[in-house]
Structures are given as structure tokens and as C-alpha cells.
């Protein structure tokens, strides 16, 4: 027999199964059994449809030590995304365009990834679940800004490159044009005591 909701205790007694006493006349015992603790399902490999009406989360399928992990070490693994089912629809597909294009473990793209289901929503609410999209935003905010550092590094090096090879250039046909001049000079002034 399950206790109700609101109580911790059910009385040891035939009344409480039902009226039904198994010997009758002999002593009995109950026993307690606590409720299986809630955890979600793995409900998705991969590129595979989850089938959930709650949250799903998508991360790391297989520890370091290439063994599958059950939702704690998926959690513990790092990196999660995290959506929620949209009304009306009863599945979602375990992969990055639907948790916003994350990757939950760039660092090694080849990884195994999976999806598990929430299904009674008690892992997260509507303010984690924005919490960690807005941390996986500002985590793509941080690679685009560090690619456009790179990026604009290089152009200025390059610039810089350039700068440096215009300048040799123009000292150089700067000081051909003072030798041809100082020639010419010289050729003219040497005419001009051939005339004189």
C-alpha cells in the first residue's frame, strides 16, 4: 500500500489494506519501502527524436572513461543545454539547432552526445532554463568577440606589414630621385664651366 500524499505514515493494520487480513489471528509486521527517488530518462542519442512533454537536457553521453552516464554524470559532466518542449508537440530532437545551436562540449566536437527528459519538471524551472540559455549566449558572445580580436589582429599585422613595405619602397625611390638630382646637378654645373 502507497501512504497518501500528505501524510508520512500509514497505520500497521487490516483497515489500512483494504479489510484484508492475510493470517488471520497471527501476528503480522508491516515493512516500509521509501519511493524510488525521481530522476530523468536518458530519452535520445544524438541526431534521434526525444520523446518528453517536459525539459530536455543535451550534453555529454559517455564519461572520460568512455562509460554511458546516468543523469547525475551528465549533469556533472559540464557543459548542458536545456529546452523545454513546446505545447503541443511531444518530442524534440537531440540536437544542437534545438537548444539555440549549442554545442555542449566544443572543445571536442567528435563527442558523443545525448538527450535526457524531465518529464515532470522538477530539475528545472522557466528561470534555469533562461539562466543557461543566457550562459551558453554570452559563451558564443565571448568566441565571436575572441574570433573578431583574431581576426582584426591579423588585418592590423598586415596593415602594419604593408605600412612598413610602402615606406622601404618610398625611401628608396626617394633617395634614386636625390641621386638622380644630385647627378643632373652635377652634369649641369659642369656644362655651365664648359661654357664659361
Keep these: 500500500m502507497e501512504s497518501g500524499a500528505t501524510t508520512s505514515w500509514t497505520?500497521?493494520?487490516p483497515a489500512s489494506f483494504g479489510g484484508q487480513d492475510p493470517h488471520p489471528g497471527k501476528p503480522k509486521t508491516c515493512?516500509?519501502?521509501d519511493r524510488p527517488v525521481y530522476t530523468p530518462n536518458l530519452c535520445a542519442d544524438d541526431g534521434e527524436d526525444c520523446v518528453c512533454s517536459g525539459y530536455v537536457t543535451y550534453g555529454l553521453k559517455m564519461?572520460?572513461?568512455k562509460k554511458v552516464l546516468d543523469f547525475k554524470g551528465h549533469m556533472e559532466g559540464g557543459g548542458f543545454a536545456v529546452a523545454e518542449v513546446k505545447e503541443g508537440?511531444?518530442?524534440l530532437t537531440c540536437a544542437?539547432?534545438?537548444f539555440g545551436g549549442v554545442d555542449p562540449s566544443p572543445e571536442d566536437k567528435d563527442a558523443a552526445k545525448a538527450c535526457f527528459c524531465d518529464q515532470r519538471k522538477k530539475m528545472f524551472n522557466k528561470d534555469s532554463l533562461k539562466?543557461?540559455?543566457d550562459l551558453w549566449?554570452?559563451?558564443a558572445s565571448i568566441t565571436t568577440s575572441t574570433v573578431s580580436i583574431k581576426s582584426t589582429t591579423k588585418v592590423l599585422e598586415e596593415v602594419k606589414t604593408e605600412i612598413k613595405t610602402k615606406t622601404e619602397e618610398w625611401t628608396q625611390t626617394v633617395e634614386v630621385q636625390e641621386t638622380e638630382r644630385k647627378v643632373?646637378?652635377?652634369a649641369l654645373e659642369a656644362q655651365k664651366k664648359c661654357v664659361l
Design 31 to 33: 515493512f516500509c519501502e
Design 89 to 91: 508537440t511531444k518530442s
Design 96 to 98: 544542437p539547432d534545438s
Design 63 to 65: 564519461s572520460k572513461a
Design 184 to 186: 643632373a646637378t652635377e
Design 131 to 133: 539562466s543557461i540559455q
Design 137 to 139: 549566449k554570452a559563451k
Design 11 to 13: 497505520a500497521c493494520n
